[in-house]
């Protein structure tokens, strides 16, 4: 079945610094979204993805998926300690927009002041 | 709107015992989605219902089902728990014409002892 694979689990970094999270799947993904869950929280929508090569801004945040659209990255700039947090990433296969979920692990994101 | 509400938030259970979950999706919502949320697994798919009719289905065994009502709330049960099966139960509902992007529910904790 579809896999999706996500690193770092852990990121630790400094107020300040950039992160950037991974996300690979085992097969080609009609779109990927991505989701933040605070600590104590539950998940968040923030984007989804349909576009193969498609950047998405927001604000801090850039999204990415690959060409092949089986890969797609969420990048951090200037961390801030409001952006603590697990990061997951969600891959929608089946070729249509209702196939089934299939979640990342998540990367859990440290920022220490 | 309100969001997505669960109940009960906490359970505890022991093992042998069913349980059902109640999940009450946000106003015009009528797909909802139910996830296993624990330490190790991160979150998994346990299956999605929209209009009454199971539309996806996960890897779990058959003692987790589920199903929806005509005002799309939705209920999912376990059967002869087992401790494995102690995890945050999350719920999500997603909107129609949207994205299939997941708002999620607080969760109910389930503790099987």
């Known amino acids: 079945g579809q896999q999706v694979m996500q690193i770092p689990q852990y990121q630790h970094v400094q107020e300040g610094e950039d992160f950037t999270t991974y996300c690979n799947s085992s097969?080609?993904?009609?779109?990927i979204q991505w989701y933040k869950q605070r600590p104590g929280g539950h998940p968040v929508f923030l984007i989804q993805?349909?576009?193969?090569?498609e950047v998405k801004k927001q604000k801090r945040l850039t999204f990415q998926f690959g060409e092949a659209k089986k890969n797609s990255s969420l990048h951090i700039t200037a961390t801030q300690t409001t952006d603590v947090g697990t990061y997951f990433c969600a891959g929608r296969g089946g070729g249509t927009s209702y196939g089934k979920l299939t979640f990342g692990q998540g990367t859990i994101l440290t920022v220490h002041p | 709107k309100a969001g997505v509400t669960q109940t009960p938030r906490y359970l505890i259970k022991t093992r042998g015992q069913q349980v059902t979950l109640s999940c009450s999706p946000i106003?015009?919502?009528?797909?909802v989605s139910w996830y296993q949320q624990t330490p190790g697994q991160g979150l998994q798919f346990l299956f999605e219902?929209?209009?009454?009719?199971?539309?996806n289905k996960g890897n779990f065994p058959g003692r987790f089902s589920g199903r929806q009502f005509s005002n799309s709330r939705s209920e999912m049960n376990v059967s002869t728990l087992e401790l494995g099966d102690s995890a945050l139960y999350l719920c999500a509902s997603s909107p129609p014409g949207g994205v299939g992007e997941q708002f999620f529910g607080p969760g109910t904790r389930l503790t099987v002892l």
């Open positions: 097969t080609t993904l009609s779109n």
């Open positions: 993805l349909v576009k193969s090569g």
């Open positions: 219902y929209f209009s009454e009719t199971q539309r």
């Open positions: 106003s015009g919502h009528r797909s």
